[in-house]
T-cell receptor, first 114, second 115 residues
Framework: AQTVTQSQPEMSVQEAETVTLSCTYD???????LFWYKQPPSRQMILVIRQEAYKQQNATENRFSVNFQKAAKSFSLKISDSQLGDTAMYFCAFISSGTYKYIFGTGTRLKVLA | NAGVTQTPKFQVLKTGQSMTLQCAQD?????MYWYRQDPGMGLRLIYYSASEGTTDKGEVPNGYNVSRLNKREFSLRLESAAPSQTSVYFC??????????????FGPGTRLLVL
């Protein structure tokens, strides 16, 4: 069975600093996609970044970047220049190519301190 | 372009009552999904509809039914609500072009309290 593990229930970071959120997954598939979603207090699930497993290059979106280690089945999210608006729950998610079922981790609650 | 919309935003039910959660998307996506989110857990898939006219069970389908009314709309029905169904419910949709099918876009959620 495919699983996604986020081992850090809570983290905090000072404004303008950099923080890394961890995610590991388990699958026997070779083609899949990984995502980070942000859920602020409003509860809206917002896509932060997406990584295709077949791509060796790590995805980046402005201040957000990932460290994708396929052999280690690791997919961490780095937030640079943290802002107060980054305070949210962050979920890692996995989906096999051609399927419809997301597997979510249990989330990491990130608090950015002023 | 509203994306994915859900109604209602919040609902209180008594045990045994029924209700339908509504979801609509205006992104011309083929696939739609219903999730529930409980404290300390990630989202769990209840049902999904890969395309208009088809529905399939997800991880936690018991106690729920769904209807894919048309391409835009996908409803979730609780026939006889139970306290264990107290949760936040999210609808999502995804496209079908290669490289986009796997990315799901979420609605704002419906908070349901069953007493």
């Amino acid at each position: 069975a495919q699983t996604v593990t986020q081992s850090q229930p809570e983290m905090s970071v000072q404004e303008a600093e950099t923080v890394t959120l961890s995610c590991t997954y388990d699958t026997s598939e070779s083609n899949y996609y990984l995502f980070w979603y942000k859920q602020p207090p409003s509860r809206q699930m917002i896509l932060v970044i997406r990584q295709e497993a077949y791509k060796q290059q790590n995805a980046t979106e402005n201040r957000f970047s990932v460290n994708f280690q396929k052999a280690a089945k690791s997919f961490s999210l780095k937030i640079s220049d943290s802002q107060l608006g980054d305070t949210a729950m962050y979920f890692c998610a996995f989906i096999s190519s051609g399927t419809y079922k997301y597997i979510f981790g249990t989330g990491t609650r990130l608090k950015v301190l002023a | 372009n509203a994306g994915v919309t859900q109604t209602p935003k919040f609902q209180v039910l008594k045990t045994g009552q029924s209700m339908t959660l509504q979801c609509a998307q205006d992104m011309n996506h083929n696939s739609m999904y219903w999730y529930r989110q409980d404290p300390g857990m990630g989202l769990r898939l209840i049902y999904y509809s890969a395309s208009e006219g088809t529905t399939d069970k997800g991880e936690v389908p018991n106690g729920y039914n769904v209807s894919r009314l048309n391409k835009r709309e996908f409803s979730l029905r609780l026939e006889s609500a139970a306290p264990s169904q107290t949760s936040v419910y999210f609808c999502a949709s995804s496209g079908t072009r290669t490289g986009t099918m796997e990315t799901q876009y979420f609605g704002p959620g419906t908070r349901l309290l069953v007493l």
